[in-house]
């Protein structure tokens, strides 16, 4: 395996198929295969072009595993080693999201009041969009203020799908 690769392998969820991928053993993709996040045969990691290569490494084998006992309603946190990059706001978006309890909704105005940027609201949404660890950052908790479900990388039937698995407690 070439060291500046991405090894990565596509796992199948009730929700539809997730893009898993690993490098320098961490995991650094949990991004839903539907479209809106399609990769070639690269990304931009660490400001390199990293090659993306089919390969299960520990580390994505341990994420399928761990998703797996999620939609099983056995794990309500994830223990993988995650690499995320981006700007420190992003980040800080990013850590509020992981501190939300299982089966717990936010909405954008009060995720940004949790940061203390009660008037960034959509650049907490932009942040919430460029999560690359869905599921793992579960930015599938954050709603309208409305109560009704806003967009999702994975579709409106995904986000609803992971709520309701998250809140019948199975």
């Known amino acids: 395996m070439m060291p500046d690769s991405i090894e990565y392998l596509c796992k199948a969820t009730p929700c539809g198929d997730m893009l898993l991928g690993a490098f320098d053993g961490a995991l650094c993709l949990c991004e839903w295969v539907n479209g809106r996040h399609t990769y070639a045969d690269s990304m931009v990691l660490h400001g390199a072009v990293r090659r993306l290569v089919p390969a299960v490494s520990d580390i994505t084998r341990r994420a399928a595993e761990q998703l797996d006992e999620y939609f099983a309603g056995e794990r309500h946190e994830f223990s993988v080693p995650l690499l995320t990059e981006g700007t420190d706001f992003q980040c800080m978006v990013w850590q509020a999201l992981q501190a939300l309890p299982y089966s717990a909704t936010v909405s954008y105005t009060v995720l940004a009041s949790r940061i203390g940027r009660p008037?960034?609201?959509?650049?907490?949404?932009?942040?919430?969009?460029?999560?690359?660890l869905q599921i793992i950052i579960p930015c599938h908790r954050v709603i309208a203020s409305d109560g009704t479900l806003a967009g999702y990388a994975g579709g409106i039937e995904a986000k609803r799908y992971l709520l309701e698995l998250e809140r019948s407690g199975i």
């Not at 008037?119 to 690359?132: D, E, K, T």
Request: net charge positive; charged share 20%.
């Open 119 to 132: 008037n960034a609201v959509r650049a907490v949404g932009a942040a919430v969009g460029r999560n690359r």
